[in-house]
């Protein structure tokens, strides 16, 4: 069965501090894509990132990292020094096969940070 | 480029009253979905459409129906709204390879008294 745990529900920090959010994932499939969307107030998503299973490189953008072991089904995210405008849902996200060569994205529950002046 | 555009934004309605959301993308994707998101509970997969002329159910089908109207439409239709259905629905599209993320519409947030 597919499933992504995001186990922190609710993140505060003060600005710059760094902050990781935790993200763990269960899947059978051999070949799988993560994903990393932020939904700030206004309530839009907005996708960050994607990583493919074979891929165990961090990546780094800016103020975001993120951290994908395959050892443990974890893909971490980073932020370093953060801002206010960071405040916002984060969701994990595990792609999957679905019927007739379709694909789906199984969500976590998201985690809300709130970075305070 | 307008992207994935919901309509409406705002719905409030009353138990057992229809009503039809609209999505309509114009990215030329091949895939369509919609999602639910309520407190606590993350995004959950209602229905998606992998390509035009086929819809498949999701994790939470139950109450309602979807039409995949063209490539660039997959409406959304609630027969008979229930408190239980009150929540914000999000549409997606996606070219429909693995490896592609999802393009999210606004939302509509629906309120069922």
């Known amino acids: 069965a597919q499933k992504v745990t995001q186990a922190q529900t609710e993140i505060s920090v003060v600005e710059k501090e760094d902050v990781t959010l935790d993200c763990v994932y269960e899947t059978r499939d051999t070949t799988y894509y993560l994903f990393w969307y932020k939904q700030p107030p206004s309530g839009e998503l907005v996708f960050l990132i994607r990583?493919?299973?074979?891929?165990?490189q961090n990546e780094i953008s800016g103020r975001y990292s993120w951290n994908f072991q395959k050892s443990t089904s974890s893909f971490n995210f980073t932020i370093t020094a953060s801002q206010v405008v960071d405040s916002a849902v984060y969701f994990c996200?595990?792609?999957?096969?679905?019927?007739?060569?379709?694909?789906?994205?199984?969500f976590g529950k998201g985690t809300k940070l709130s970075v305070i002046p | 480029n307008a992207g994935v555009t919901q309509t409406p934004k705002f719905q409030v309605l009353k138990t057992g009253q229809s009503m039809t959301l609209q999505c309509a993308q114009d990215?030329?994707?091949?895939?369509m979905y919609w999602y639910r998101q309520d407190p606590g509970m993350g995004l959950r997969l209602i229905y998606y459409?992998?390509?035009?002329?086929?819809?498949d159910k999701g994790e939470v089908p139950n109450g309602y129906n979807v039409s995949r109207l063209n490539k660039r439409e997959f409406s959304l239709r609630l027969e008979s709204a229930a408190p239980s259905q009150t929540s914000v629905y999000f549409c997606?599209?996606?070219?429909?390879?693995?490896?592609?993320?999802?393009?999210f519409g606004n939302g509509t947030r629906l309120t069922v008294t």
């Open positions: 990583r493919n299973s074979f891929d165990e």
């Open positions: 996200a595990l792609s999957r096969h679905g019927g007739a060569g379709s694909y789906q994205l199984t």
């Open positions: 459409s992998a390509s035009e002329g086929t819809t």
């Open positions: 990215m030329n994707h091949n895939s």
């Open positions: 997606a599209s996606s070219p429909g390879t693995y490896n592609s993320p999802l393009h």
